[in-house]
C-alpha cells in the first residue's frame, strides 16, 4: 500500500490557496446549506455540484488546518497509476490504529 496526497492543495496550502479554494465552494446565499461566517466575508452558504448536492467543505481562510501544517489528505495507490483512490475501511483501521506511532493525530471529526 502507498499513501499520497490526494493533490497538490491537499498538503500546505498558504492563506491565498485557501481562499481561492474556500471561495470555489462557498457562495453568498449559496443555495445548498452548510452556511459558514467567516471573518472578512458575508455569511457564504456551499454551491450544489451537478448532482444538486453540496460540494465538498472547506475551511475559512485563515483557519485550515492545511495553512498551519498540520493536515495532509491522502489517498492510496494501489495500482501504479498516477491518481490516488480513496481509502477502505482496511487501511482506514490501519492508519487510526499506527497514527500515534508515526506521529499523526486524528483530530477532525469532520473529515477521517
Request: with cysteine.
Amino acid at each position: 500500500m502507498i499513501l499520497k496526497p490526494v493533490s497538490p492543495g491537499d498538503t500546505y496550502r498558504t492563506f491565498d490557496q485557501q481562499r481561492v479554494l474556500f471561495e470555489s465552494r462557498y457562495v453568498p446565499d449559496g443555495p445548498c446549506g452548510g452556511c459558514r461566517d467567516c471573518d472578512g466575508y458575508q455569511r457564504r452558504c456551499k454551491k450544489c455540484n451537478e448532482a444538486g448536492r453540496p460540494v465538498a467543505t472547506a475551511a475559512c481562510p485563515g483557519t485550515s488546518n492545511h495553512g498551519w501544517g498540520l493536515a495532509v489528505d491522502v489517498g492510496t495507490e494501489s495500482d501504479g497509476r498516477s491518481g490516488t483512490d480513496d481509502l477502505d475501511a482496511a487501511t482506514l483501521g490501519w492508519l487510526e490504529a499506527n497514527a500515534q506511532r508515526f506521529g499523526f493525530a486524528w483530530e477532525l471529526e469532520s473529515e477521517p
